[in-house]
């Protein structure tokens, strides 16, 4: 029998809408989840485990009072459990943004995201462990080191890694991250599941502002489906956002994958020495499965990162020293973190007007590089999931930035030209390691990567390995058990790290 945790996001929503399965049964079974295995992983920061009860009573409240049998008029996600990364706010749980500076910061407000997806019947589990101020491609904090299900000894990635470890683990349907240079699709590499970077002004970042155009909230999912459907639910703007999309008809993400994408002109951008040789392969098959599969596939142009990274730096820098921290805090930060704050800091406005000027002649120069493909295919990281520790230089964090970057050179190029781009978990290393291959579209074409990845889904689905995950976090849980009294640490109601 298939446990409730087995079934993809959009099968839960339809057990609930059916009442086959009670949202409370639903939430009860993944705050069991988080209890087994989270003190392995570190997914979570808050556990709002009465908050999720008390929305799961509502939605059997909302299933008993309206809707036809089989869920019509229904909201999309009625009941569904759903995490949060820590960098989004969460009425009256702990707002922390990864940092023990801002360890007794409670949110007074959802962010417009967070309250789009309970309106559309989410309910929240709690916040997931986010690296600090979202700065690092790994996820390793004062509070807790996100790691993935697939080997606990190596990272969940960043920004998002709590939230990516999260889903592939089975402890949230699904999540919602944010992505300012990979945070999103870096986190679904390492965790073998799906990660969507919208386009620049497809979700909304109220109550905050992204005023450099970076970074935007988007779905972590199990699969392409599930990913639509969420980003469905996500999409929108506010009034007094900098860049807004129109918005997209009900449902329209979820319709685009479930259609056939037609066929397409795919570029694969070179190998380059720093690729890993399972990082190669992935790219490589998924190349030949998309000219199995009648799409037109041709060698990309060479991209170089030195391109972009002198400015980029600048602007990640200015973003991190951006951050309003009282002075006797600074030293709870963690190196890199001050790091970035000193170098952002000792920037000058007409530094960052000439990086920013600089970064948008660069994007302009890459969109016109590549616009002649419909999506161009990379891995998302040179690398498999990496042990870990072993980016960090806690004496030398300049080395650390740069170690960074040089295991995710292309994440960032969506981030600056605004354009969506999705990381899909299509290959596996012979030590069940995942390997995510990215896909990166024109401006606004998000329904032309979910149907595209759906297509590829279906013709390689990634679903089973989800067995031999949990045999690894079996094996870890009791390997761990001799060490806290012969069972998995529970975390109380309402609990933080």
């Given at each position: ?148 299900p697939y080997d606990p000894g190596r990272g969940a990635g960043g920004s998002s890694g709590g939230a990516a470890a999260s889903v592939a683990a089975g402890l949230a349907a699904g999540a919602l991250g944010s992505d300012g240079g990979g945070s999103i699709r870096i986190p679904a590499a390492a965790c073998g599941v799906v990660g969507l970077k919208p386009s620049r002004g497809r979700v909304t970042p109220a109550p905050g502002t992204d005023a450099f155009g970076l970074a935007t909230a988007g779905p972590l999912a199990r699969t392409v489906p599930d990913t639509a459907l969420l980003l469905d639910a996500m999409a929108g703007s506010v009034p007094g956002d900098g860049c807004a999309l129109p918005a997209a008809p009900a449902g329209h993400f979820r319709s685009r994958a479930g259609r056939e994408p037609g066929p397409l002109r795919i570029g694969v951008m070179p190998r380059t020495d720093g690729w890993h040789p399972e990082a190669a392969l992935a790219c490589r098959r998924t190349a030949d499965l998309l000219t199995d599969l ?204």
């Open positions: 029998m298939t446990d409730l945790h087995e079934l993809t996001l959009a099968e839960q929503a339809a057990a609930v809408r059916r009442r086959t399965v009670s949202p409370t049964e639903l939430v009860d079974h993944h705050l069991r989840r988080i209890e087994e295995s989270d003190g392995l992983l570190g997914a979570y920061r808050t556990v709002d485990a009465s908050g999720a009860r008390r929305a799961a009573r509502a939605a059997e409240a909302r299933l008993a009072t309206g809707g036809a049998d089989d869920g019509a008029g229904l909201p999309p996600l009625l009941g569904v459990p759903l995490s949060v990364k820590d960098t989004w706010p969460v009425a009256g749980l702990p707002f922390t943004a990864g940092s023990a500076a801002f360890d007794d910061r409670i949110a007074p407000a959802d962010a417009a995201v967070v309250g789009e997806l309970r309106a559309a019947g989410a309910v929240l589990l709690g916040t997931t462990t986010a690296a600090e101020f979202g700065c690092s491609c790994y996820t390793e904090t004062a509070y807790a080191t996100a790691r993935s009648g799409h037109r596939v041709e060698e990309a142009p060479p991209f170089d990162p030195g391109e972009y990274l002198p400015d980029f730096t600048v602007l990640w820098s200015v973003l991190a020293a951006a951050v309003p921290v009282p002075p006797e805090r600074e030293e709870r930060l963690l190196p890199l973190t001050r790091w970035l704050r000193a170098e952002g800091g000792g920037h000058s406005g007409a530094r960052l007007y000439t990086a920013m000027t600089s970064l948008a002649a660069t994007a302009r120069a890459v969109c016109h590089r590549y616009d002649r493909f419909d999506a161009v295919l990379s891995p998302t990281t040179d690398r498999p999931p990496l042990p870990v520790g072993s980016l960090t230089d806690p004496d030398a964090p300049e080395r650390t930035y740069a170690r960074m970057l040089a295991v995710t050179p292309r994440t960032p190029l969506a981030n600056l030209t605004g354009r969506p781009s999705i990381s899909l978990p299509l290959h596996w290393t012979p030590d069940g390691l995942p390997i995510g291959v990215m896909l990166t579209a024109r401006l606004h074409q998000e329904g032309l990567l979910l149907s595209l990845g759906a297509q590829l889904e279906r013709a390689r689905p990634w679903h089973h390995h989800a067995a031999r995950q949990a045999s690894v976090l079996e094996r870890a849980r009791q390997a761990s058990a001799p060490a806290r009294g012969g069972r998995a640490a529970a975390r109380p109601e309402g609990s933080t790290r």
